[in-house]
């Protein structure tokens, strides 16, 4: 199959693209961005549908580009070659590698879905670094399933993507209102742990049972009010300087890895 060029600033398939920056036309369309090499491995591996691969060879770093585009030939996936102008146009960061697509989201049920081991509730995370820092750390401490509640930040903003380096493909991430998210958790006979720095109770030393879910607020406002009333414990990260307000993707890095090792 031939690969289709774009040079043109004023290319329709490009304006779409550029279009796609704004969350109201990501949700309408259902479609989203992936930028970079290594999130492009993670979503290549994933069961997401992809519709586009963008590539620009001119900003290629390294050899290993062209396995990965051959991973996606494979797959029989649409490739375009774009200049480095229109590359450079589209792309969302300062150095861009040239390894962009297009794919298609997903919105996930969670009554669809059989529950089971920790899972991590983002409360109103604002920020989409954060949100996909916290998406890393929890792939990282196999915490496979997060319930973005009351959600301020599209999941699948691009910047979300690249800070979770890809790792939003390989989990399983829900967009809940907090009432029904509770009731859900309530009815599995989830423990509802929340992170509260005005606890007296650490988290150090806590033992969660197999089935939890561990709530993290966001920086300004700390967890929702539904979330403390119907928490089975609210911990405190302990701290040597009596900070009390960390960064919201840091509180749940600590909060992931002590309930982690601590677990049944």
């Given at each position: 199959?031939?690969?289709?060029?774009?040079?043109s600033l004023n290319n329709p398939e490009l304006k779409f693209l550029i279009s796609l920056k704004k969350n109201k036309l990501r949700r309408n369309e259902n479609k989203s961005i992936a930028e970079g090499y290594r999130e492009n491995v993670q979503l290549i591996g994933s069961n997401y549908e992809i519709d586009t691969l963008y590539i620009?060879?001119?900003?290629?770093?390294?050899?290993?580009?062209?396995?990965?585009?051959?991973?996606?030939?494979?797959?029989?996936?649409?490739?375009?070659?774009?200049?480095?102008k229109v590359f450079d146009s589209l792309s969302y960061r300062d150095k861009p590698d040239g390894i962009l697509s297009l794919f298609?989201?997903?919105?996930?049920?969670?009554?669809?879905?059989?529950?089971?081991?920790?899972?991590?509730?983002?409360?109103?995370?604002?920020?989409?670094?954060?949100?996909g820092t916290m998406i890393r750390t929890a792939r990282a401490f196999n915490y496979l399933n997060i319930i973005a509640a009351n959600g301020v930040?599209?999941?699948?903003n691009p910047n979300v993507i690249r800070s979770s380096i890809g790792h939003i493909f390989n989990i399983n991430i829900f967009s809940e209102d907090s009432q029904e998210a509770v009731s859900i958790l309530k009815n599995l006979n989830y423990d509802i742990i929340s992170l509260d720095p005005y606890s007296k109770k650490s988290i150090k030393s806590y033992k969660p049972k197999k089935n939890y879910a561990l709530v993290v607020g966001s920086e300004q406002y700390g967890?929702?009010?539904?979330?403390?009333?119907n928490s089975s414990e609210l911990l405190m990260i302990d701290s040597i300087n009596q900070v009390d307000s960390l960064n919201a993707s840091g509180a749940a890095a600590i909060g992931m890895w002590e309930l982690y090792k601590n677990h049944e």
């Open positions: 199959m031939k690969t289709k060029k774009i040079t620009c060879s001119e900003l290629f770093v390294g050899n290993n580009n062209f396995e990965l585009i051959d991973q996606f030939k494979i797959k029989q996936i649409r490739i375009v070659e774009l200049s480095k298609i989201t997903k919105k996930l049920t969670i009554e669809n879905f059989n529950l089971s081991g920790p899972i991590l509730v983002a409360d109103s995370i604002e920020k989409p670094g954060n949100l930040t599209d999941i699948y967890i929702s009010d539904i979330w403390k009333k």
